[in-house]
């Protein structure tokens, strides 16, 4: 149960995923044909990664153990307790 987490969007329990924006094949392209801004890309790309929802991509996944998330998660699984064995992972 400990560091898990629940996503405010979609109700997925888990572990958040850390997601980078665009494609790096845009990114290999660009840095081959235009130097400046494949750079530009992948100073983006960078500062764009964020850890989110493995399920739907949703950046704001909150910690299980907190008020909110509680709340939450009584409100989508009331028949269980245990919020480890929740969702299917
Ligand atoms: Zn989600």
Redesign the pocket.
Known sequence: MAGQMI?T??G?VGKPKRITKGSIIVELGLWICFLLPGLIYSIWRLSSRYDG?P??E?PNMISITSPVAQKLFNQLYPNTTDPGTAAPS
Do not use: I, M, P, T
Request: hydrophobic content about 0%; proline content about 0%; aromatic content about 12%.
């Open positions: 996503c969007n979609c997925h929802c399920k739907c949703y």
